[in-house]
C-alpha cells in the first residue's frame, strides 16, 4: 500500500509545486509586462501581414523620407517603405531563429551537461577543458568566426552556429545542477535496481534538474535576440526583402540625418523584446528560487 502511495503523493507535490509557482509569475508584475510585450510580438510575426497598414516589402510611396505623420505613423525610409509596417512584420524572422538557436542550444547543453556531471571521469575531464576553451573568447566572436568560416549567410547557418556557440555555458550550468543531484538516494536506489546510465541520466536525474534548465532557456534567449540581430547587422544571418529589425537598421542606419525615424523604431522594437525577454527571466529564477 505504501509503495502505491509515494509515487502518486509525489506526483501531486510536484504538480502544486507548479501551479504555485504559476501563480506567483502571475502575480509578478514584472512577468505579466514581460509576457504581454512578447506575446504582442509573437502575435506580430504570427499575423503581421494582417496587422500592416501596407506591404512591408511591396508598397512604395512616392514620398521618401516622410517625417512620422497621421498617414504614416512611423514615417517612410529612404523609398517609400512606411516603417510601421515593415516594424510590425519585422518581428517573423528574428522570432523563428532565435527560439530554435536557444532550443538546439539548451538541447546540446543540456545533454553534454548530463554525461559529463554524471559521468565524471575522463570524460569530464575532456568535455570541461574544451568548454573552458570556448568560454574564453567572446561568444559573438566564435559565432563570426565560425560563420566566416562557413562562408554561409543563410538563417540556417546562423541557427546552427548560435545554438553550437551557446551549447558550453549551458552545459556548464547543467553539469552543475548534475553534481548536487548524482550522489542522492533516488540516483543509488536507480544504480541498485541495475539501472543502465542512460536511464538513470536522461529518466532519474533530468526531471529534478529542470528548473534550472528552464531559467537557463529564457536566459539564453534573450541572448540569443541579440546576438541575431547584431549579426545581422553586420551581414550574417537574416538578409534583404526581409523587413526583420536588425536588416532595417542595417539598410538605414546610413542614412540617420534624413531618416533616424527608420533606424529608431525597429531598434526599439528590439529593444522591448529583450528587455521583455529579460524580465520574464527574473521573474522565472524568482519563481523557482522560492
Not at 529612404?78 to 512584420?89: F, N, Q
Not at 568548454?131 to 554561409?152: Q, R, Y
Not at 553586420?234 to 533616424?260: E, K, M
Amino acid at each position: 500500500m505504501t509503495t502505491v502511495e509515494l509515487p502518486a503523493r509525489g506526483l501531486d507535490e510536484a504538480k502544486a509545486a507548479r501551479r504555485e509557482r504559476l501563480r506567483l509569475l502571475l502575480r509578478t508584475p514584472t512577468a505579466v509586462i514581460g509576457a504581454v510585450v512578447v506575446a504582442f510580438w509573437v502575435v506580430c510575426a504570427i499575423f503581421g501581414s494582417h496587422l500592416t497598414p501596407y506591404d512591408p516589402i511591396n508598397y512604395q510611396s512616392p514620398s521618401t523620407y516622410a517625417h512620422p505623420s497621421s498617414t504614416f505613423w512611423f514615417g517612410t525610409d529612404r523609398i517609400g517603405r512606411d516603417v510601421l509596417s515593415r516594424v510590425l512584420d519585422g518581428s517573423r524572422d528574428i522570432l523563428t531563429v532565435a527560439p530554435l538557436a536557444t532550443l538546439l542550444g539548451i538541447t546540446l547543453g543540456t545533454t553534454l551537461g548530463l554525461v559529463t556531471g554524471y559521468l565524471r571521469g575522463i570524460v569530464d575531464d575532456v568535455v570541461s577543458r574544451v568548454i573552458d576553451a570556448v568560454l574564453a573568447l567572446p561568444l559573438i566572436i566564435v559565432a563570426v568566426t565560425a560563420l566566416s568560416a562557413l562562408g554561409s549567410k543563410s538563417s540556417v547557418t546562423v541557427t546552427i552556429v548560435i545554438g553550437i556557440v551557446f551549447a558550453p555555458i549551458i552545459a556548464r550550468t547543467v553539469r552543475t545542477a548534475v553534481l548536487a543531484e548524482r550522489d542522492l538516494d533516488y540516483v543509488q536506489s536507480a544504480r541498485l535496481r541495475g539501472e543502465g546510465n542512460l536511464y538513470v541520466m536522461f529518466v532519474e536525474i533530468l526531471p529534478n534538474v529542470l528548473p534550472v534548465i528552464l531559467v537557463e532557456a529564457t536566459v539564453r534567449l534573450g541572448y540569443a535576440i541579440f546576438a541575431v540581430a547584431s549579426l545581422t547587422f553586420i551581414g550574417f544571418g537574416i538578409q534583404l526583402p526581409s523587413p526583420d529589425w536588425a536588416v532595417q537598421i542595417t539598410d538605414n542606419y546610413q542614412y540617420l540625418d534624413p531618416d533616424w525615424w527608420a533606424v529608431l523604431f525597429p531598434a526599439l522594437a528590439i529593444a522591448s523584446l529583450i528587455i521583455a525577454v529579460n524580465l520574464l527571466s527574473d521573474a522565472v529564477q524568482q519563481a523557482y528560487e522560492r
